[in-house]
Structures are given as structure tokens and as C-alpha cells.
């Protein structure tokens, strides 16, 4: 099998993971999850780059929760994924949700069209890298058009994962079928960067998710929950090591 067969290969069954989470999921506790303190708190931070007179498009949807979720703020958010049972979902909650089917890599938008490109732990998933996902986003962007990417950062949990994997002569994929990838704040600035965009912040986020990977009393009940400790405790590392234990990194450039 060529190098590119098995990222053909990888590509698929990543989706094939993506169709699976999403048959067990529903779009009232992906809407409870968006709208958590955690949540909107990052939120919070990028709004003020959106427009509201032009369309902004969530590439990677899901669920829609973010789509459902800035609409109601008076935004105009179209969604796409290439999981075809997430859209089912998300219009079975809501019919007049403008959801497409497609790829990160061939938007079915017009060049300098849109006033947004909105993209929530979706680019890490590719083992050619974001520089392609990037690419075809400034296309699709109007002249000032707003990127806003949240991306797994290798924090020292992922570390000491990937260290003790290493060690055991094992992949660094903890899924072989499924491909996911971390970007320190540098490399994440010089993908957005190499593709044009102008960068306008950038920030750790999520700092109580980084503590629920190490299960036990940072896990709560029900559909990935942090409990009340992981939520105190992340707010304690977010203000003395924000970087070592962040989870995503939100970045916001402009094209």
C-alpha cells in the first residue's frame, strides 16, 4: 500500500470513528456541553472578530450545537461535515438548519464569499496536515473574513501518554484507525500563517478537560463530564501553568 493509499485508508475510517461518536451522541447534550461555562468562555473570545452581516460556516459541524448556538445569538451559520448521520441528527432536531454534506478540502463555496470559517477540533485529523483544510478556508473568505480554529495542544498529559506509548514500542496513534494529531502554539501560528492569514489571538482553552484525561475523581457522570474538582482544579492550572495544561488552542486570524 502507497504512502497515500494509507492516508486514503486513514482518512475513511477517521470517518467511520467520526459516524460512530455521533450514532451514540444527540444535540441535546452536545448543546448542554457548548454551552457550559468552559464552553462559552471561549466563545466569548471570538465573537468580537464574527460579522453578523455575512454568512460564517462551521466546517466540521457535528451536531450543530455551535451552529444552533450562534443563530440564536443572531448569526448567520451555515454547518457542513462529511458524517452524513450527524446532519440526519441535526435536522431531525432542527429541519431549518442550512446543513451541507462535504469536505474540509473542497468546500462547495464560491472564492471570497464568506465572512467566517469556523473549525472546532476538526483539523488535527489529517495526516497531510491543516495546510490543505487552510488553504481551501482562505479561499472561501472575504478580505478580512475571520478564521477561528480550536486545536489539541500536547500538553504533559499527552505527553506522558506519548512518552510511555513510545517507550513501549508502540504507535503514537492511540487508535490506528483513527488519526489525531497535537500542534504546539508555534506550529499552529506558522500553518495559519504559511496560508495567508493574518493572526489576531491566541489563547489556551479548556484547562479542566486536560484533567479529565486522567480519569478517576475528574470524570463526571454521563457524556464526557468533568466533575465539580476537575472544574476547580482546571481553573487553578489555567491561572499558573496555562500552557503545560491546556487542552485546545484557539487561535483567531484574519484573511
Known amino acids: 500500500m502507497s504512502k497515500s493509499d494509507k492516508h486514503d485508508s486513514r482518512y475513511d475510517s477517521t470517518r467511520g470513528t467520526w459516524e460512530e461518536i455521533w450514532s451514540t451522541a444527540s444535540v441535546e447534550v452536545e448543546l448542554d456541553i457548548v454551552h ?17 452581516d ?26 457542513l461535515d462529511y458524517a452524513i448521520n450527524a446532519l440526519e441528527t441535526s435536522l431531525a432536531h432542527d429541519p431549518s438548519l442550512p446543513l451541507c454534506a462535504g469536505d474540509v478540502h473542497a468546500l462547495p463555496f464560491a472564492s471570497n464569499s464568506l465572512g467566517g470559517y469556523l473549525s ?18 482562505y479561499r472561501i ?13 500536547p500538553n504533559v498529559i499527552n505527553r506522558l501518554v506519548a512518552w510511555r506509548r513510545k517507550r513501549a514500542g508502540q504507535s503514537l496513534l492511540t487508535d ?41 475523581v475528574f470524570r463526571g457522570k454521563g457524556y464526557y ?4 474538582v476537575a472544574e476547580t482544579m482546571g481553573a487553578v492550572v489555567k491561572a499558573v501553568l496555562p500552557w503545560p495544561f491546556n487542552f485546545m488552542t484557539l487561535i483567531v486570524a484574519t484573511k
Open 120 to 137: 472546532f477540533g476538526v483539523l488535527e485529523h489529517f495526516e497531510q496536515g491543516m495546510g490543505p483544510a487552510l488553504a481551501e478556508a
Open 141 to 153: 473568505l472575504r478580505p478580512g473574513g475571520a478564521l477561528v480554529l480550536t486545536i489539541p495542544y
Open 54 to 79: 455575512v454568512a460564517i460556516l462551521e466546517a466540521g459541524s457535528g451536531l450543530s450545537a455551535v451552529v444552533i448556538t450562534l443563530r440564536q445569538m443572531g448569526y448567520t451559520v451555515l454547518g
Open 176 to 216: 490506528e484507525d483513527f488519526y489525531e494529531s497535537t500542534y504546539t502554539r508555534q506550529a499552529l501560528i506558522d500553518n495559519v500563517k504559511a496560508a495567508g492569514f493574518t493572526v489576531r489571538h491566541v489563547s489556551p482553552t479548556s484547562h479542566s478537560y486536560t484533567l479529565w484525561g486522567l480519569g478517576g
Open 225 to 228: 463530564r468533568t466533575s465539580a
Open 36 to 52: 457550559s461555562k468552559r464552553s462559552m468562555d471561549t466563545i466569548e473570545k471570538y465573537l468580537p472578530f464574527l460579522p453578523k
